[in-house]
């Protein structure tokens, strides 16, 4: 049990964020030991408090006279603010875990999915760095597969939930598919563009070769996550009218063939897999299935008819939690059952 090992003094920065809200929630209802809990927002926040298992915390600023006294930082912030602030907290031997792209290539820097590789974090310096969303829900599903036979190439579709680019990103697509309906002009101004009854490329970084940063991740991070830097990964990431829950169509090639009957035994065993589908219906894994649910859901897998050695599966995952929050209070409790602290 968790309870059983001494309580660790945490501080979360970027709390009221969706992933730093989710985070708090994990906590609370995993009953992670704590023995203080301190919340750190922008400078709009100052003066506010956050609930956290009934009390109010309050919330505070980043500034070198904050930061201190604390055994383990957990980051939901973007880049920036985690490459500014992070390193200041690991000299002061500071056990951090960070949500954002910041350190994640770095190679001194352990990029973990406990369920894949946590035998990692034995390497870690006082930082540790939590993968991309669409690469760990992928890699939830693909890992136990690879085990088996190893994996050549993935081709990856992604339809991304508006809720990875935030909470004013949902309110938008709410607002909008009323304004929509109501016939009545609405700006995007969360989004670059237009979210309701409207599919666009993923709302990051575009470059000279017409690959957007979140297709870049899936290829680099799986590659160093599974330790296998000539795994080939092409991407295409699509924003796509769902609030919440990531889905993709995986087609995978293996060095040898593996029948699909094998690769549902495999998943079903596997830990944080949900295999669901009901043939007879027509039904497999929708965001609405998965939206709130620890288990990245996985189904339809069959042969493709066109290639050798390969597989093709439709997946669904919570962005929010196995592709952020949840691997992250994951990775603290790894921590705590090593005497990290």
């Known amino acids: 049990m968790i309870l059983l090992y001494p309580p660790v003094k945490i501080a979360v920065i ?4 969706i992933v730093g809200r989710e985070v708090l929630s994990l906590l609370e209802k995993r009953h992670f030991p704590i023995e203080t809990l301190r919340c750190f927002a922008s400078l709009a926040s100052e003066g506010k408090s956050i609930l956290f298992s009934g009390k109010n915390i309050p919330l505070e600023t980043l500034s070198e006279d904050t930061l201190h006294n604390i055994d383990l930082a957990i980051f939901c912030t973007k880049k920036e603010v985690s490459s500014k602030w992070i390193p200041y907290l690991a000299m002061q031997k500071t056990i951090i875990i960070d949500n954002s792209s910041a350190f994640r290539l770095d190679p001194d820097v352990p990029l973990i999915i406990p369920e894949i590789n946590v035998k990692a974090l034995a390497n870690h310096n006082y930082i540790i760095a939590s993968p991309n969303c669409s690469a760990s829900i992928m890699l939830m599903v693909l890992f136990p597969l690879h085990q088996f036979i190893p994996i050549q190439r993935i081709q990856a579709a992604t339809y991304q939930a508006v809720s990875g680019a935030g909470f004013h990103a949902m309110q938008e697509l709410v607002s909008a598919t009323q304004a929509v309906l109501e016939k009545k002009p609405y700006i995007p101004k969360a989004l670059p563009f237009p979210s309701a009854f409207n599919l666009f490329l993923h709302n990051s970084i575009l470059n000279a070769d017409g690959y957007v940063d979140e297709e870049l991740k899936m290829l680099q991070e799986t ?12 991407a295409t990431c699509v924003r796509v009218p769902v609030l919440r829950a990531h889905s993709q169509a995986l087609n995978v090639t293996f060095t040898q063939e593996i029948c699909p009957k094998k690769a549902y035994e495999l998943l079903e065993k596997a830990p944080g897999i949900k295999v669901y589908e009901e043939r007879s219906k027509n039904r497999f894994p929708m965001p609405i299935d998965a939206a709130g649910q620890d288990d990245v859901y996985c189904g339809r897998i069959r042969k493709d008819l066109s290639c050798a050695n390969t597989l093709d599966l439709w997946i669904v995952g919570d962005q929010i939690l196995k592709g952020a929050a949840l691997n992250t209070v994951q990775i603290a409790e790894h921590l705590l059952q090593r005497s990290t602290f």
């Open 223 to 234: 590659r160093k996550i599974l330790s296998n830097p000539h795994i080939q990964v092409n």
């Open 14 to 17: 970027g709390a009221t964020g």
